[in-house]
């Protein structure tokens, strides 16, 4: 009897509240398109279209054995250079304050020196930004890629986190509000389904007077559509 009480109070408040028409596009709550920010000939391929990956794993990496060499050379000098310092800094009140001012410079500019290194190495590798699926890959082994013309790698989305990019028209831009319920269907989908409003943008576009709003949902295919309306308590 309460429940029935409950649903009755529902579907009042449903009857007196603003219904707003909106269209949606489903959108993948990530996406991004990676590219290397360096320059070289692509080695290897770790993914493909389809392939799950998790955020920092390495998608796909450069000919590097030239500045791997490097950084190997940076190491070493790094090493001594620090022993060294270490040896230098015992005996500091013994020694010329120059003197040991040029074995710190050198050990300084050895750290630097590896860390410039290190990050030229860590350029050579693409990795994922995020937890995702990879959905477009534009690269093959032997593309020469340069950091000075970014090209796409590949594209990745969130898994299965999605929006809806919900359009709806500005004179009820004082009617909808942030946690306003959204009842939909995906076209070509009969079910019914419903989501709360978590952002409502905050500019109408200028060719078709419409304002954006977006709802969360899962596990949909980005690129669906549909259409559905927002209940508003506020009557217009």
């Known amino acids: 009897m309460k429940k029935a009480f409950i649903t009755l109070l529902m579907l009042i408040s449903m009857l007196n509240a603003a219904q707003i ?12 398109n990676l590219a290397f920010i360096s320059s070289g000939i692509v080695d290897k391929i770790n993914v493909t279209v389809g392939s799950e990956v998790k955020k920092g794993e390495v998608l796909a990496q450069l000919e590097n054995s030239d500045i791997k060499a490097m950084l190997e050379v940076a190491k070493t000098s790094y090493k001594y250079a620090k022993k060294d310092y270490e040896r230098q800094l015992k005996i500091k009140s013994l020694i010329d304050e120059a003197k040991f001012d040029t074995v710190a410079n ?3 500019a050895s750290k630097n020196q590896l860390a410039y290194q290190q990050a030229l190495y860590n350029k050579t590798f693409l990795r994922a930004p995020f937890d995702g699926v990879i959905y477009a890959k534009e690269i093959e082994i032997g593309d020469a890629v340069s950091g000075m013309m970014l090209k796409t790698a590949f594209r990745i989305q969130s898994k299965t986190q999605r929006k809806l990019l919900l359009s709806f028209d500005q004179k009820n831009r004082n009617i909808v509000k942030i946690g306003d319920i959204f009842k939909y269907k995906i076209d070509g989908d009969g079910n019914g389904y419903s989501g709360k409003i ?3 943008y905050p500019r109408a576009n200028l060719d078709n007077r419409k304002i954006k709003a977006e709802v969360l949902t899962k596990n949909f295919i980005p690129g669906l559509f549909g259409d559905g309306y927002i209940i508003s308590q506020i009557k217009k």
Do not use: G, M, N, R
């Open 21 to 32: 028409y909106a269209t949606f596009v489903v959108k993948p709550i990530q996406d991004a």
């Open 198 to 200: 978590f952002k409502i």
């Open 106 to 108: 050198k050990y300084e």
